[in-house]
């Protein structure tokens, strides 16, 4: 199917900036919606931002202003721009990709998640 390799996160000062990139790999399959996710320590996984094909995004209310989520249509890439980080963004974020792949007799829908990076924000 589809597989995601994530990098960047890591540790980094309250107001200091990270940025995290997601790359979508396999052999016949188109991207829809790509978006990053976070879990903190004893909370549900939540969504963080999304970004459509055309490039319509959506941002949870918490990172408005602070993070930028933008992807690479010929790279199949998604990164997200983090600033002015707080202690509370700390979390490992996932990466989400959606779309369909060839499956040698026809399209299929496909969701998958990337392994997970941690981002802890910290003095």
């Known amino acids: 199917q589809v597989q995601l390799v994530e990098s960047g996160g890591g540790l980094v000062q309250p107001g200091g900036s990270l940025r995290l990139s997601c790359a979508a790999s396999?052999?016949?399959?188109?991207?829809?919606?790509m978006g990053w996710y976070r879990q903190a320590p004893g909370k549900q996984r939540a969504l963080v931002a999304n970004?459509?094909?055309?490039?319509?995004?959506n941002y949870a209310d918490s990172v408005k202003g602070r993070f930028t989520i933008s992807r690479d249509n010929g790279k199949n890439t998604v990164y997200l721009q983090m600033n002015s980080l707080k202690p509370e963004d700390t979390a490992v974020y996932y990466c989400n990709v959606g779309g369909e792949y060839f499956s040698g007799i026809n399209w299929r829908v496909f969701g998958s998640w990337g392994q997970g990076t941690q981002v802890t924000v910290s003095s």
């Open positions: 396999g052999r016949t399959f188109s991207v829809n919606v």
């Open positions: 970004v459509t094909s055309s490039g319509n995004t």
